[in-house]
T-cell receptor
């Protein structure tokens, strides 16, 4: 079983729609959770971090964490073509020895 | 967010030579930095964890004598690819950890594209 699992996609949504990206993790002691966006040929960019159960909103982005279900998601409202990228889910423990990444979900937003 | 820079952004070198890549935290001090490698259309692969003032911790399968890491200050870590070969051609990305225990975040540099001819 992979430590962090994501659907590879592509996830295709029309412009203006809500994109929903999901991630599950296997290590119950995971404490910190992150979403990164990576455009082709570029390095990852941190867009959301979440540490406790519930929702965290930042602009058009909402991260949701459910530690009991070992599930974290990212919602992108009013999706734009510029949101088209690969979204990486990453988790770590309290000591932050290192991040464990999922393989990423490719999002395509069509005009 | 915190800013991490890398230099050079791209480099071409001949087989057998060594290449040094610098990673700097610009607006914060980073006691811990990380080095990754990414091949086209593949996932990020953690190579090593670099701690200021101590030896780097390498991931399994990464040759520490080939990929030399020096974290000499709180704002600079370097990766030297020694005796580079074409199979070392890749996208090398550093990152730095910032924040406090329990709420750390990790920010990536823009990456260095290495081509070995």
């Amino acid at each position: 079983q992979k430590e962090v699992e994501q659907n590879s996609g592509p996830l295709s949504v029309p412009e203006g729609a809500i994109a929903s990206l999901n991630c599950t993790y296997s290590d119950r002691v995971s404490q910190s959770f992150f979403w990164y966006r990576q455009y082709s040929g570029k390095s990852p960019e941190l867009i959301m971090s979440i540490y406790s159960n519930g929702d965290k909103e930042d602009g058009r982005f909402t991260a949701q964490l459910n530690k009991a279900s070992q599930y974290v998601s990212l919602l992108i409202r009013d999706s734009q073509p510029s949101d088209s990228a690969t979204y990486l889910c990453a988790v770590t423990n309290t000591g932050f020895q290192k991040l464990v990444f999922g393989t990423g979900t490719r999002l395509l937003v069509s005009p | 967010g915190a800013v991490v820079s890398q230099h050079p952004s791209w480099v071409i070198c001949k087989s057998g030579t060594s290449v040094k890549i610098e990673c700097r935290s610009l607006d914060f001090q980073a006691t811990t930095m990380f080095w990754y490698r990414q091949f086209p259309k593949q996932s990020l692969m953690l190579m090593a964890t670099s701690n200021e003032g101590s030896k780097a911790t390498y991931e399994q399968g990464v040759e520490k004598d080939k990929f030399l890491i020096n974290h000499a200050s709180l704002t600079l870590s370097t990766l030297t690819v020694t005796s580079a070969h074409p199979e070392d051609s890749s996208f090398y990305i550093c990152s730095a950890r910032v924040g406090q225990r329990g709420t750390y975040e990790q920010y990536f540099g823009p990456g260095t594209r290495l081509t070995v001819t």
